[in-house]
């Protein structure tokens, strides 16, 4: 590669690189992952099954996975200059394009966060800040910012994972996504809020997976969402009481 890097990504322009040992792949997506470590050295067997635990929190997300119930590993993510299993849970406001951009550092972007709980309790409008408040307005505002956060989690994730296992065709694999839910939101209504969210961001992911979107065309998928695809969520989605999915890796050990 051109800085001599081996197992990770580099942004070229508005396009990132990834290379392993054997050369370069070029990726169309818009960000980038740095690789920590090459925990798994050897490609995985064809019908694997991936399962990948999303721990979406108010401020950091974080993302695990394990191959066929053994092999562990952590998905890092490339935040500002640094390599980091912490992904702060923040999307941003181009007030100019009317769109919201996920894990941008541009500093003239105005910052949306704390849509985890404000998408539980729309009225508590003090979780967007007050240059922003009109948006707030929008009916499942938080909601769909969510849905567009938790999609691009999703899709880098499994980028991630592909590279570091060295996946010819993920189709191959049967991925299964986790994500844990506090138990004081484990009640049936907030937990179907998650639920929903969660299957629409797999939605998203499948018709528009880009790192930036028009707050109308994103209000859009998800109101029509609602109506015509939420009631069919895949089995590879599930949302865990944290406590419990933590409890489960070491049922399963």
Not at 72 to 97: A, M, R, W
Not at 112 to 123: H, Q, S, V
Not at 223 to 241: G, H, I, M, V, W
């Amino acid at each position: 590669t051109e800085d001599g890097k081996k197992g990770g990504f580099s942004l070229r322009g508005n396009r990132y690189q990834r290379w392993n040992n054997c050369g370069g792949i070029r990726m169309s997506n818009s960000k980038r992952y740095k690789s920590e470590s090459r925990v798994n050295t050897l490609p995985v067997e064809k019908k694997s099954i991936i399962h990948v635990g999303i721990d979406f929190g108010t401020s950091f997300t974080k993302v695990a996975y394990a191959v066929n119930g053994k092999s562990q590993s952590i998905v890092y993510f490339t935040v500002g200059t640094e390599s980091s299993p912490y992904l702060p849970s923040i999307l941003s406001l181009d007030k100019n394009t009317q769109r919201i951009v996920f894990n941008s550092h541009d500093l003239r972007n105005s910052k949306i966060k704390y849509f985890k709980y404000a998408m539980l309790d729309p009225t508590q409008s003090f979780y967007f800040d007050n240059s922003n408040f009109r948006y707030s307005q929008i009916t499942d505002f938080f909601e769909f910012c969510s849905v567009f956060f938790l999609s691009r989690v999703i899709s880098f994730s499994k980028e991630y994972i592909i590279s570091e296992l060295r996946i010819n065709n993920p189709d191959d694999c049967d991925w299964n996504f986790n994500m844990g839910v506090p138990l004081d939101n484990f009640d049936p209504d907030k937990k179907r809020v998650y639920d929903l969210v969660l299957h629409a961001a797999d939605k998203l992911v499948q018709q528009y997976n880009k790192d930036e979107i028009e707050i109308n065309q994103l209000n859009n998928f998800y109101a029509y969402f609602k109506k015509s695809e939420s009631k069919k969520k895949p089995d590879y989605l599930n949302t865990l009481p944290e406590l419990y999915a933590e409890a489960l890796g070491y049922l399963n050990d």
